[in-house]
């Protein structure tokens, strides 16, 4: 039975996907890389930030040490957190704040699972924090998805098994992970049609959600 949970946060529950483009378009530029596309961007959902990076450097035939490569990692964090100080409620993916309100009322018990660092900083500018009962992620996992850490975490922090959670994900690195966990997972965006995922929709704004048949009220 599930009993809790835990949203993916970019691309689930708020817009930040088009911050990261830019910020990574903006590095790739000043690299000499002018055909970084959001075609690319999609490829950046969900992973880490140096593997996000690795995308971007496919594009150049240059090469450059890792300690190149950490400090390209770094200004585009630079230039994603600045974008990020102009972040506000208007970022919130439609029907997502409405839907973790709603599920809380049914006493389900609601965590983030993002492997961003930034995850802290995007709930408090959003007003997402005090609807959230547990956050796992960047700051607390060795691994990113599509490793199952970030989710056990949060089941952990939930104090739920992980076959009592629900991952709710975009990407197709979470939807593995959730699968890795042994939670079960819906679909969003991108992935709707992911076929390791249990349920599937356009977003969270989507009536075909059956949240009781999910729960199994
Ligand atoms: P940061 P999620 C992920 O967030 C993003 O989808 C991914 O594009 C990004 O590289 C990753 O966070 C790391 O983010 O650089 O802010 O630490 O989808 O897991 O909420
Ligand atoms: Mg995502």
Known sequence: MIKGVIFD????????????????????????????TEQDNVRQRGVSRMASLQVVLEKSNQQYTEQEKAGFAEKKNEYYIESLTHLTKEAILPNAAET????REKKIRVAVGSVSKNAPIILQRTGLYPLIDEVSCGLNITR?????????????????????CLVVEDSAAGIQAAKAAKMKSLALGPEKENPLADYHAASLADPSINWDMIFEL
């Open 9 to 36: 946060l970019d691309g689930v529950l708020v817009a930040t996907d088009k911050l990261h483009y830019l910020a990574w378009k903006r590095l790739a530029q000043e690299l000499g890389i002018t055909n970084f």
């Open 100 to 103: 973790v309100a709603q599920l």
């Open 144 to 164: 990113s998805k599509p490793d199952p850490q970030v989710f056990l975490i949060a089941a952990e922090k939930l104090a739920l098994k992980p076959e009592e």
